[in-house]
């Protein structure tokens, strides 16, 4: 057996030998592009005009679908779908989403999730009220528990259980019949031999980390932690206690100081001011009035790529907080539990049994652990699993990032990538959920279309 998940004990899984379509990730953008497969001509023909009658969402909601395992398969070193995401709520006790509930994996419409909502009785969101009063958009996060279970919804919908194995791929090779993608499981290496490949996966491969670090020795290395390695342990963040040091601006870096600071004083370092707003991108980039992101995505497509690496840094602009958590963040820092130093780097850094770390106002502060959440570093030149692919079949790159076609493919070869690798196409909202259905949409087009069979789920609403 490859999978890990009970829900398959016992039952043999065998790895194809041969598909259509590889799908490596399990993530929110795997499933996206699982979606999008699934339905084929039932799901959204652009990502611009999403509404959809709300008769026609419930049906689609009342549907069980199964596509042939030879049309896609989808690998993922987990084995579980959505696995990450699962981590990384429980590592940080996140309540609620920061995007809004029309941001989900279903390629069906855009309300999917809230209608599910409603015919579940749920009523689990977050009103956001530190929009713009003549913002046009959506006011409503859903919880982390409503999004998971909606997710287990679609994959129990689609059979997608029946398309995931769980193994990590090695390598891309093309070949004349398409690629041939080298897979490691629990029992060694093995071939898939794939027409195409969709690359999916999240973007934690490669920390990014303050530069203090390259100056660390061994011990030093050995002790200090990127919030990215939490997520692969979610039970490491209850062995974490005394007094800590965590280093970054966002999103992350807020939740583990809520988060820890239950258990001893925290001190936040953040190398500029602290930055707060909703999303984690611009406001007009959320906003879906005739002259909201609709006329800058287009604007952005028009552009040269020098155009689009400065678009794309400018409207993320670094970390950022919602204003939500900024305000549980305040609270902690009124009590005294947290500390939050603007404009603070560390210099230098030590470990003998506990933190001696060197600002950069001169001060010396002592901690009994140290975890930077600083995101990660994109650089396809570099990247384990497509760096041997760039030197055999080079891209430009500008900014570690590959130029790929208007359907994210790799030239003219049958790989496809998603997320922040194709964040030159897609713009700065590539890596959230927006960015998985418009690069599940752009994919799509380079792929033959199938009808997936179905049947009227025996669970009516």
């Keep these: 057996m490859h999978r890990s998940d009970d829900s398959r004990a016992g039952r043999a899984h065998q790895l194809p030998k041969a598909v259509d379509v590889l799908i490596v990730g399990a993530g929110p953008h795997g499933l996206a592009m699982a979606s999008r497969m699934l339905l084929g001509e039932e799901a959204l023909k652009d990502c611009t005009n999403t509404y ?11 549907t069980t679908r199964k596509a042939s395992t030879q049309t896609f398969a ?24 920061r995007s809004n509930d029309g941001m989900h994996p279903d390629a069906f419409a855009s309300s999917t999730l809230a209608v599910w909502a409603t015919m579940n009785e749920r009523d689990d969101f977050l009103t956001l009220s530190n929009l713009p009063a003549d913002f046009h958009g959506n006011f409503k996060a859903p919880s982390t528990e409503l999004m998971l279970e909606f997710c287990s919804e679609l994959v129990k919908l689609g059979s997608l259980e029946d ?27 093995e071939p898939i031999l794939a027409k195409r490949v969709v690359v999916a996966r999240g973007p934690t491969w490669c920390r990014q980390w303050p530069s203090f670090h390259k100056a660390l020795d061994a011990a030093a290395r050995a002790q200090v932690q990127h919030a990215w390695d939490l997520f692969d ?19 992350t870096s807020a939740h583990l100081s809520v988060q820890l600071a239950k258990k001893g004083k925290i001190d936040l370092l953040i190398r500029r001011d602290r930055r707060v707003k909703q999303y984690d991108v611009d406001l007009p980039w959320m906003v879906t009035s005739p002259d909201g992101r609709r006329v800058l995505r287009q604007k952005f497509e028009q552009s040269s790529v020098e155009e689009r690496i400065a678009t794309n840094r400018s409207v993320r602009d670094g970390g950022s907080i919602s204003p939500e958590l900024n305000s549980m963040l305040s ?6 539990f947290v500390e939050v130093r603007e404009f603070t780097e ?32 994109i650089d396809i030149s570099a990247d384990p699993l497509l760096s041997k692919l760039q030197s055999i079949h080079p891209l430009r790159l500008a900014g570690g990032l590959p130029v790929l076609t208007e359907e994210l493919q790799w030239g003219e070869l049958p790989i496809h990538l998603m997320g922040n690798l194709a964040a030159l196409e897609l713009g ?21 279309r199938k009808r997936s069979k179905k049947k009227a789920s025996a669970q009516r609403w």
């Excluded at 959809?52 to 009342?62: G, I, Q, T």
């Excluded at 609270?331 to 005294?336: D, T």
Aim: aromatic fraction near 6%.
């Design 346 to 377: 560390i210099v230098s850094a030590a470990w003998d049994g506990c933190w001696t770390l060197t600002l950069n106002t001169d001060e010396v502060i002592t901690a009994d652990y140290l975890i930077c959440a600083t995101g990660t570093h």
């Design 233 to 251: 342990d979610s039970e490491r963040v209850e062995r974490i206690s005394g007094h800590g040091v965590i280093v970054g601006g966002g999103l």
């Design 331 to 336: 609270e902690l820092e009124a009590e005294g």
């Design 428 to 448: 700065p909202d590539a890596v959230n959920m927006s960015g998985a259905l418009r690069g599940a949409y752009r994919i799509s087009r380079a792929l033959p």
């Design 163 to 189: 398309h995931l194995w769980q193994a990590h791929a090695e390598s891309l090779e093309p070949c004349q019949s398409g690629v041939k993608v080298t897979v490691s499981t629990a029992e060694g290496e």
């Design 74 to 97: 989808v690998v993922d070193a987990g084995g579980v779908w959505m696995q990450r995401w699962k981590h990384q709520f429980k590592a940080l006790d996140i309540e609620y989403l």
């Design 52 to 62: 959809r009658e709300v008769k026609d969402v419930k049906a689609h909601l009342s």
